[in-house]
């Protein structure tokens, strides 16, 4: 839309302009201030009255046209008022042709409709590019993908027949067509444009690849697990074009403020004619008045003040791996007090290895490790393949189990060769009243000093052994929660996790607040008992889980490698598993917020200045602003606030330095 009238407000501005030059020519005033002169000739008097119409029908009927809707729907707008003051400009000038005794002012009217499609042109240009978020997005996808065949030979097919489960060949240098996994091949991907990460990805057999994504110097065979709507890069689309839909809080006073302008505006033309009118009489001067207030109250800058900053800044967070699916959210983080993280899979790595492990006498390490994998055979919990994996490294055959049960928030149980058996940590032991062995506590609290978690193996009401876990402090979370700390925000941590674990992990990262053993049903409160201390609450969270805690907070933020459920609670999702992210999202909130206050400000400001000037208050001291001028002033003031709104991408979201080996943290420009 931005695009189509963008191109119509170009070329009638250029059309128009052209016309315009014989009506300023011929204009008797001008060549009076400018001292110049034209040749006359039979029919001459009638360039200017001919000349304004076919400009006013060229260049000033579109926006009578958009007037339209506006009226249709009661709320009307600038296009109403640009409507008002062109057409009592236009037929008072038609009036002095049949009453030569008044003075025309034609060219004012054209010059004030070139001025007016001028000034709507860098308008919509600017408008068109700041929202230009999705169609950019949109032209990463190739046309066409190369499929290989059971033949083994390739052939290029249009993306829309691409089919999951198909085998497609990535070339060196073009871009993957699909979100799969990579069978054969190795190569680095450069995945800027889709996670704002700035650094190409290496891949290799069984890693996975998103639709967009440029492959570099190596040749790729993906097997396609995703198409169509189906894929990463169309659902970021849609989450794109969600917040760039959506209004917040700012944004809707801005627009009632843009309705209540034009009573504002009417009331002062009113005002204005019948005071020139009781001052000088009824003349062109009145009528040039009534007009200067009308073209100078279109609340151009006020209504452009926050749909460029939100265009702005959708764009500017999808590049840098952020999407907003609340705009009000979005407005809300540069306010947060307090943000939780979630632990696992967040501020770790969420990774876990069996680092040690203790038994009770009489039980073997292999056996009982051989039991726990056997338990875990059929779950997908990451602590369930950190045990599996330590009992594949050893060689340990898994006896057959049946029965499996997962115990949500506690762990799971089976039954194996007849016998029940249950792993899990702290809270299953709270369930099965399970008494710990005196050098199992030891075991356990000494892991905890480690920041190792430990879970429980029990078989038939017996705690027979205990495993300590390792999960790796991610080298961001410490960078994270400095910064958070240096932007006033309180650092919170939630994890269902013991106490030990938890305050270590928390003391290590110099986290304030932690919440430990916590079951899942019970997150949100603990964000809720933050809520009622006064506090506006962030939740960052990645799981099933989470999605509560999400919903709960002031603003859920969901990391995007986290589950759907997460990601549709979640107020703002972080394409990258990086918690870096927060805090770029608290500054570009609080960028954003006070780029909108500044242009709020401004075209609030201009109208308080500027509409008394136009009604002629400084007459008495010989100072008055002409409709044109009007015109200029008005579309100046778009000008600013869209320059000013475009300054919003200078705007500062790096990092500071990180530990070496870390992913790089430099912020991704807008466009």
């Not at 338990?375 to 602590?383: A, F, R, T």
């Not at 759907?564 to 979640?570: C, E, R």
Request: proline share 4%.
């Amino acid at each position: 839309m931005h695009e189509g009238h963008e191109q119509l407000f170009r070329r009638r501005f250029f059309v128009s302009t052209l016309l315009s030059i014989p009506v300023l020519l011929y204009s008797e005033i001008l060549q009076e201030w400018l001292g110049f002169s034209v040749p006359a000739f039979p029919g001459s008097e009638w360039i200017n009255p001919v000349f304004a119409v076919i400009v006013f029908a060229y260049g000033g009927v579109p926006f009578l046209r958009m007037a339209v809707p506006e009226l249709r729907d009661r709320s009307p707008g600038m296009m109403t008022l640009i409507s008002m003051a062109i057409t009592v400009a236009f037929v008072y000038s038609l009036s002095t042709v049949v009453f030569p005794t008044q003075s025309a002012f034609f060219w004012e009217l054209v010059t004030l409709i070139d001025i007016m499609l001028l000034g709507h042109w860098i308008e919509m240009r600017s408008v068109r590019r700041a929202s230009s978020a999705v169609d950019e997005l949109a032209k990463l996808l190739p046309d066409t993908a190369e499929r290989i065949t059971e033949s083994g030979n390739t052939e290029e097919i249009p993306l829309s027949e691409l089919s999951e489960g198909d085998l497609v060949l990535v070339r060196p240098g073009a871009s993957v067509p699909a979100d799969g996994i990579v069978e054969e091949g190795d190569s680095d991907v450069e995945e800027s444009m889709i996670t704002g990460e700035s650094k190409p990805v290496s891949k290799e057999p069984g890693d996975e690849v998103i639709g967009g994504t440029i492959n570099g110097d190596g040749s790729l065979r993906v097997r396609v697990g995703a198409t169509g709507e189906e894929t990463t890069l169309a659902g970021i689309m849609r989450l794109v074009d969600e917040a760039r839909q959506s209004k917040s809080e700012t944004q809707v006073l801005a627009d009632r403020a843009a309705g209540w302008l034009f009573y504002v505006a009417l009331g002062a033309a009113v005002v204005t004619a019948i005071a020139w009118t009781f001052a000088v009489s009824f003349d062109a001067t009145v009528i040039e008045r009534v007009v200067t207030v009308l073209v100078i109250a279109c609340p151009h800058a006020l209504g452009l003040a926050i749909p460029l900053v939100v265009a702005i800044n959708t764009s500017l967070a999808a590049r840098n791996g952020m999407l907003v699916r609340d705009r009000i959210a979005m407005e809300d983080a540069r306010n947060l007090d307090a943000i939780i993280f979630d632990k696992t899979g967040t501020l770790t790595e969420g990774e876990h290895g069996v680092v040690d492990m203790a038994t009770v006498d009489g039980v073997d390490e292999d056996d009982a490790l051989r039991l726990a994998a056997a338990v875990e055979g059929d779950s997908e919990h990451m602590i369930a393949r950190a045990i599996r994996e330590a009992a594949d490294e050893r060689d340990l055959g898994a006896p057959e189990t049946t029965d499996f049960e997962a115990i949500k928030g506690r762990g799971v149980r089976a039954t194996v060769d007849g016998t029940e058996v249950y792993v899990g940590g702290p809270n299953l032991l709270t369930q099965l009243e399970s008494e710990i062995p005196a050098h199992l506590q030891r075991f356990a609290d000494e892991a905890g000093e480690n920041t190792q978690t430990v879970v429980y193996l029990v078989r038939e009401g017996e705690l027979i052994a205990a495993f300590a876990m390792a999960d790796v402090i991610r080298d961001e979370s410490f960078r994270v929660v400095d910064a958070l700390h240096d932007l006033g925000i309180e650092v919170a941590m939630l994890t269902g996790d013991s106490k030990d674990v938890a305050d270590a992990v928390a003391d290590e990262l110099g986290i304030d607040t932690v919440f430990a053993e916590v079951l899942p049903e019970d997150k949100d409160e603990k964000v809720q008992e933050l809520q009622d201390q006064g506090k506006l609450v962030g939740m960052v969270g990645d799981g099933v889980n989470d999605a509560p805690a999400l919903t709960r907070a002031d603003v859920g933020i969901a990391i995007g490698s986290g589950t759907d459920v997460a990601v549709q609670s979640a107020d703002v999702i972080l394409v990258q598993n990086n918690p870096m992210d927060v805090v770029r999202l608290v500054k570009l909130s609080g960028a954003s917020y006070r780029k909108m206050q500044e242009n709020i400000v401004w075209a609030a400001g201009y109208n308080v200045v500027a509409i008394p000037l136009a009604a002629g208050v400084l007459a008495p001291i010989g100072f008055l602003l002409s409709p044109a001028v009007g015109a200029l002033l008005m579309s100046l003031s778009t000008v600013i606030v869209a320059i000013n709104a475009q300054l919003l991408r200078r705007v500062d979201l790096s990092i500071p330095e990180l530990p070496a080996g870390t992913p790089s943290t430099e912020a991704q420009p807008a466009d």
